[in-house]
């Protein structure tokens, strides 16, 4: 029971209200349609049960930040204790149901579901002349970007705008708009401004952000919430929140030939993305190694904890922790130094596209050359000396040396898809380039810039990039899983390309020539027959011709497969337990490096 009277009347406050009080939108689906819809569908203010600490209850409109704040101590709210479980393993027994009229939180058996080859029983390693197993849990990670949650919203008469800290406002939009279908009739806008950091937290929308266009329309007035730290430690999204089991089997020889994954996923009270994330766990399940036979299980679970949502990397460095973890511990069990394991084990470069035994089609790699530049750098031969030394002197203060290589899934056709790219050219001769994918941080700006600007011959400062608007960019699927310059790049890359070779056929008829033989001069941007620059047309001449002179690509759609070694040295003290980190050496396949200071940034960034 809520009684909010005594807030009501609070100065400067114009309403509490509650899920009973609210004649519009009460359920945000989610954004995954393989759920059971109890678990699917979030209440946008808690309908009679509160499932886990910092669901929304109810909201307080005021005129300030600080009266609201002081209302929402006034609400008196009278709970009915249920059971709980907060454990994923035991929620995972079903011993206490949130759902009751569900029977069970397990939200997805990803075996079931065909997403999983499913586990045989010990049979599978048979053969095998070392059997190991270990369970590693990763715990759950808070985004905490710079800039908490942030919202903002307003009507011009039956058109929606809202403003948003987010990363996918196109699709905050396709969650939202039909919440209002019918009170939106004008249209429904979603701009994202600077985006203080997101990592995977601010990819969705939240129950916050539906409910405002309904708080604004009831004030009549543009209505703007942001949330505390507190606030959004409790209740933004969190990531990981993984328990694996895994089995490595192999030859005494270091030949690793079998590798079994379980994966329990802690979904939260609600299935949000971080409950479909094992998927992507699955499919990296074999890491940089050739293990010709693998088994894997996934199972995501409720439990009342906040939802999980993406973050950084999403499901894919689980999958690398752990095999990493399991080919340490088979080099250990047999004796065998763990890089040198890794290079018997690893994909071999010539074979690449290669196939691994999950499915996963591996486009390129070449793990053992970014295993020796690392080790290289980490003067590798020199630590393992002085390893050696310590131990047998029995110092207190001992060295510790740890080796992983991984492989990344990047953009990608699931969940990402293409992204949306479109270049024009304006009256002036100058550049506006529109993108689906935005920047909170990875510097779009510039590095979208000098794709175009190398593809049409202009300087950088002629090109505007715009980004983060619903109404201005036809479409887009947002920034998240490392697919900004890959996919987006990409689309500004091909759309610029066109619009060249729209531009030359102007050209051509206005130099008098075949299309053939004009040529773009990429130094000074200008159109000439091959051969004769003197004579030649400027991209302004151009545009005075041409009626619309723009191209839009969402075409690219493959996935690409970086990967990297790390070597890290400790120092660990026996008799304190400390441990120090020395130095951290890490070899990345970055691609193409469009601007190199912009890559050092987001080194030193993350």
């Known amino acids: 029971v809520v009684d909010a009277s005594e807030a009501s009347t609070m100065p400067g406050v114009a309403g509490v209200f509650t899920a009973a009080d609210l004649d519009g939108p009460t359920i945000l689906q989610g954004q995954v349609p393989m759920f059971p819809e109890a678990m699917l569908n979030r209440p946008i203010l808690a309908i009679d049960t509160v499932r886990f600490v910092g669901e929304c209850i109810a909201v307080v409109l005021s005129e300030t930040p600080e009266e609201g704040a002081d209302a929402a101590e006034a609400v008196s709210i009278d709970y009915e204790p249920l059971p709980v479980v907060v454990d994923m393993e035991e929620a995972a027994t079903d011993s206490v149901l949130i759902y009751e009229e569900i029977g069970t939180n397990i939200a997805a058996d990803f075996s079931a579901l065909g997403m999983a080859t499913g586990v045989t029983d010990d049979s599978f390693f048979e053969g095998c002349e070392v059997v190991l197993s270990g369970r590693v849990p990763h715990q759950r990670t808070a985004p905490a970007p ?11 008469g039956d058109k929606a705008i809202m403003w948003m800290s987010n990363q996918a ?39 916050e952000d539906a409910l405002l266009p309904w708080l604004a329309a009831k004030a009549g007035r543009p209505v703007r919430w942001f949330e505390t730290r507190t606030e959004n430690l409790l209740a933004m999204g969190p990531g990981r929140a993984h328990v694996h089991r895994f089995t490595i089997g192999g030859n005494k020889d270091g030949n690793i030939t079998h590798y079994r994954l379980e994966v329990l996923a802690d979904s939260g009270a609600y299935t949000r993305l971080g409950a479909f994330l094992p998927m992507f766990t699955l499919i990296m399940s074999s890491g940089v190694y050739d293990i010709p036979n693998i088994e894997t299980a996934a199972r995501s679970v409720v439990t009342n904890t906040t939802p999980t949502e993406a973050y950084r990397g999403a499901g894919r460095p689980e999958a690398a922790l752990t095999i990493e973890r399991a080919v340490d511990m088979f080099a250990a069990e047999i004796g065998m130094d763990a890089a040198e394991i890794r290079r018997k084990n690893y994909l071999q470069a010539p074979d690449f596209p290669v196939s691994t035994a999950v499915g996963t089609e591996y486009d390129s790699g070449d793990y053992e050359k970014s295993l020796e530049l690392a080790l290289e750098a980490a003067g590798y031969s020199d630590l393992r000396a002085e390893q ?29 898809g293409a992204e949306y790219g479109k270049v024009e050219i304006t009256a002036e001769g100058k550049a506006r380039i529109f993108s ?51 996919l987006g790049g990409s689309s500004i890359h091909r759309a610029a390309g066109e619009v060249v070779e729209s ?50 690509s969402n075409e690219q759609t493959k996935c690409s497969y970086p990967f990297g070694t790390h070597v890290a040295v400790v120092e660990i003290d026996t008799e304190t337990g400390g441990v120090t980190l020395d130095r951290m050496i890490t070899c990345d396949d970055a691609g193409t490096i469009i601007n190199p200071m912009i890559v050092e940034g987001q080194v030193h960034g993350g």
Do not use: C
């Open 436 to 486: 689906g994918s935005l920047s909170h941080g990875q510097s779009h700006q510039t590095t979208f810039a000098m794709i175009a600007a190398d593809q049409l011959g202009m300087d950088i400062e002629d090109i505007e990039l715009i980004q983060g608007d619903t109404d201005q960019v036809a479409e887009g699927v947002g920034t998240f899983g490392s697919r900004s310059t890959q």
């Open 503 to 552: 531009a030359k056929q102007i050209a051509a008829d206005l130099l008098e020539a075949n299309v053939d033989d004009i040529v773009l001069d990429h130094s000074n941007g200008t159109f000439h027959v091959s051969g004769t620059p003197a004579v030649n047309k400027t991209w302004a001449d151009i545009a005075e011709e041409a009626d619309d002179l723009s191209s839009e």
């Open 169 to 207: 406002p196109h699709g905050v939009k396709g969650a939202l708009e039909p919440l209002y279908a019918e009170q939106a009739k004008g249209g429904f806008q979603v701009i994202v401004p600077d985006v203080g950091g997101g990592f995977g937290g601010k990819i969705p929308p939240y129950p």
């Open 388 to 416: 050696t030394r310590r131990r047998e002197s029995e110092e207190v203060v001992q060295l510790g040396i740890g080796i992983a290589t991984y492989v990344e899934i990047t953009a990608g056709p699931a969940p990402g």
């Open 146 to 156: 710079l800039e908490p949650r942030s919202t903002a919203a307003t009507w011009e």
